[in-house]
């Protein structure tokens, strides 16, 4: 007999016998009977088992079982006379599978997400983080199906890389050498015969790409050494960097709008019950906020415009507003949840608080970058029109301090066939959290990596 997942016989009609494999979330044993509800994780709801006397093993094992305990149940699925539940399993068999022991953690009550995290082993098992792996999940499948759809080819960049794509050189250096000897200095002996890292971005690589095969986009994990203990960074997490040849910034903009509506879309379609659990118990809003992003067209300002209004605000910031300072969290949730009420994409950042490839404007002053911004959130997406012209990409490179021989082949891309293009990053673990409202970004990860953390 093929095995049914519980989500599947949800939305099924009573009638015929089935089989189910999964674990207690609870067991209540009555007097004559006892009631399990048995959860394999496809939904956020289990399905409700019914277990009578007449089992061979009703006394000795059915009677014993504990949440946390693995099944195999076989029976028919009929009609839950119960409130909050159309249909459960009238067991004709149930053989536990594997035991659970005295000390086994997820007893029927809420945990603290804090707690939770010491135990990344089980904690897929509780409905909340059940729910955001599947919400992940369903997330990956949309980004996918948006640009293959969009005629994008999927490229895999390197995780290890000699190039630092942000010029901040937050990296993790790798090396097969012991010690103190892993210096630069020491380099030519290293495994790769130079200093390497851990990407913190595939975009560079992307443009070689769309150098050749015109929009592509990546979606693998990235690394940043930042010594940062926020509920907002993780060390390792996972980028998607689209990338598109012939394209300027305001198509660059109009792509990002689009990207982010479908995702939405996506996920209310295919994570509604998730989604519903996630509205009740972490966010209110989290549908609202979705539906919000794919109902209102962006707003559009500069950098400048936004500087502006936030001097004009009156609010007392924590963080002083000023041209030439990059904005942060507190400023951004101000601009699309107050200022304008809407999803919000700001262009034309100070050049010098950019990286070296972005796009020179005329004024020479600011370039052309553009973050979207999102309720909750703050920033979600960050892209720029990539500069193009060699000569202005080398005197960048040259105020940054980046020695051009580490970008020989980028400068080489401007040699040869040069074309204006653009593309943006979109912090997948970001994203998720946006969608799912949960508050820490180490809970939208099934391993969270941080300072002093790499647990499991």
């Known amino acids: 007999m093929?095995?049914?997942?519980?989500?599947d016989l949800l939305r099924?009609?009573?009638?015929?016998?089935?089989?189910?494999?999964?674990?207690?979330?609870?067991?209540?044993?009555?007097?004559?009977?006892?009631?399990?509800?048995?959860?394999?994780?496809?939904?956020?709801?289990?399905?409700?088992?019914?277990?009578?006397?007449?089992?061979?093993?009703?006394?000795?094992?059915?009677?014993?079982?504990?949440?946390?305990?693995?099944?195999?149940?076989?029976?028919?699925?009929?009609?839950?006379?119960?409130?909050?539940?159309?249909?459960?399993?009238?067991?004709?068999?149930?053989?536990?599978?594997?035991?659970?022991g005295d000390d086994y953690p997820l007893q029927k009550k809420r945990h603290t997400f804090e707690f939770l995290r010491e135990i990344a082993h089980l904690r897929m098992r509780t409905n909340s983080l059940g729910a955001v792996m599947r919400v992940r999940n369903a997330a990956s499948q949309a980004i996918h199906r948006f640009f293959q759809g969009e005629g994008f080819v999927e490229l895999h960049t390197p995780v290890i890389t000699a190039s630092d794509a942000e010029g901040a050189g937050e990296m993790f250096r790798v090396?097969?050498?012991?010690?103190?000897?892993?210096?630069?200095?020491?380099?030519?002996?290293?495994?790769?015969?130079?200093?390497?890292?851990?990407?913190?971005?595939?975009?560079?690589?992307?443009?070689?790409?769309?150098?050749?095969?015109?929009?592509?986009?990546?979606?693998?994990?990235?690394?940043?050494?930042?010594?940062s203990n926020t509920s907002r960074h993780l060390a390792e997490f996972w980028m998607i960097e689209p990338e598109v040849a012939f394209l300027d910034l305001d198509g660059n903009v109009a792509l990002a709008e689009a990207f982010l509506k479908s995702v939405c879309g996506d996920l209310l379609e295919h994570c509604r019950d998730d989604m519903e659990f996630f509205a009740l118990r972490v966010e209110k809003s989290a549908i609202d906020t979705l539906e919000h992003v794919i109902r209102e067209p962006f707003e559009r300002m500069t950098y400048t415009e936004a500087v502006k209004i936030l001097e004009a605000s009156g609010r007392d910031f924590e963080?002083?507003?000023?041209?030439?300072?990059?904005?942060?969290?507190?400023?951004?949730?101000?601009?699309?949840?107050?200022?304008?009420?809407?999803p919000l994409v700001v262009t034309d950042y100070p050049r010098g608080i950019k990286p070296f490839y972005m796009y020179l404007n005329d004024d020479e002053r600011?370039?052309?970058?553009?973050?979207?911004?999102?309720?909750?959130?703050?920033?979600?997406?960050?892209?720029s029109q990539r500069e193009h012209r060699l000569p202005i990409l080398e005197t960048r490179?040259?105020?940054?301090?980046?020695?051009?021989?580490?970008?020989?082949?980028?400068?080489?891309?401007?040699?040869?066939?040069?074309?204006?293009?653009?593309g943006f990053g979109l912090g997948f673990e970001r994203l998720v959290q946006f969608a799912t409202g949960m508050a820490n970004i180490r809970d939208v990860i099934p391993f969270p990596r941080t300072p002093g953390n790499a647990e499991f």
Do not use: C
């Not at 067991?27 to 394999?40: G, N, P, Q």
């Open 175 to 227: 090396t097969t050498l012991e010690g103190a000897s892993a210096d630069p200095d020491a380099a030519a002996a290293d495994f790769f015969g130079r200093p390497a890292y851990l990407t913190v971005s595939g975009q560079l690589e992307a443009e070689i790409g769309a150098a050749a095969l015109s929009r592509v986009y990546t979606f693998g994990p990235t690394f940043r050494a930042e010594n």
């Open 2 to 7: 093929k095995r049914a997942r519980v989500a």
């Open 319 to 342: 963080f002083p507003v000023q041209w030439g300072a990059d904005l942060q969290s507190e400023h951004e949730r101000f601009l699309t949840e107050e200022h304008v009420g809407r």
């Open 12 to 100: 099924r009609e009573p009638g015929g016998v089935v089989e189910i494999d999964g674990w207690v979330k609870t067991a209540r044993h009555a007097k004559e009977m006892s009631f399990i509800e048995v959860s394999d994780g496809s939904s956020v709801a289990g399905i409700q088992v019914i277990a009578e006397p007449d089992l061979a093993n009703f006394e000795d094992e059915v009677r014993a079982l504990r949440t946390g305990a693995a099944l195999r149940v076989e029976g028919e699925l009929i009609e839950s006379p119960g409130k909050g539940q159309r249909v459960e399993v009238a067991a004709r068999r149930v053989e536990q599978v594997g035991g659970v």
């Open 397 to 422: 490179l040259q105020e940054q301090g980046l020695p051009e021989s580490e970008y020989w082949w980028y400068l080489d891309l401007r040699r040869h066939g040069s074309v204006p293009h653009a």
């Open 366 to 383: 600011t370039v052309r970058a553009m973050d979207v911004l999102v309720p909750r959130v703050g920033e979600i997406i960050g892209g």
